[in-house]
Nanobody
Framework: QVQLVESGGGLVQAGGSLRLSCAAS????????MGWYRQAPGKQRELVAV???????NYADSVKGRFTISRDNAKNTVYLQMNSLKPEDTAVYYC???????????????WGQGTQVTVSS
């Protein structure tokens, strides 16, 4: 019912910046929380940042002060601005979102396909 499409990943040197985008599409739906997760090879997927419909945010301690999550409700899009990137930030980044289907009064959740972020030292 709802699909998430991510973009913005790439290769960057340590200290550089990238901006990830995730756009949700579908019909008759609302979005509550939207967030970003990441998974490095051989590691578990971890929460990076989350933002609610009201704009409240939370970040993993490892990215506080460097990453900023934001959303554009008119575009159904969430962003992750990543500054001062470190090699340990290298991972596949996944968008996640959830909300409600208006016509059914049911909840939904979805994952993006993932976008690779590689930070060289």
């Amino acid at each position: 019912q709802v699909q998430l499409v991510e973009s913005g990943g790439g290769l960057v040197q340590a200290g550089g910046s990238l901006r990830l985008s995730c756009a949700a599409s579908g019909s008759s739906f609302s979005i509550n929380a939207m967030g970003w997760y990441r998974q490095a090879p051989g590691k578990q997927r971890e929460l990076v940042a989350v933002i609610t419909s009201g704009g409240s945010t939370n970040y993993a301690d490892s990215v506080k002060g460097r990453f900023t999550i934001s959303r554009d409700n008119a575009k159904n899009t969430v962003y992750l601005q990543m500054n001062s990137l470190k090699p340990e930030d290298t991972a596949v980044y996944y968008c996640n979102a959830g909300g409600e289907i208006y016509i059914y009064g049911s909840k939904w959740s979805a994952w993006g396909q993932g976008t690779q972020v590689t930070v060289s030292s």
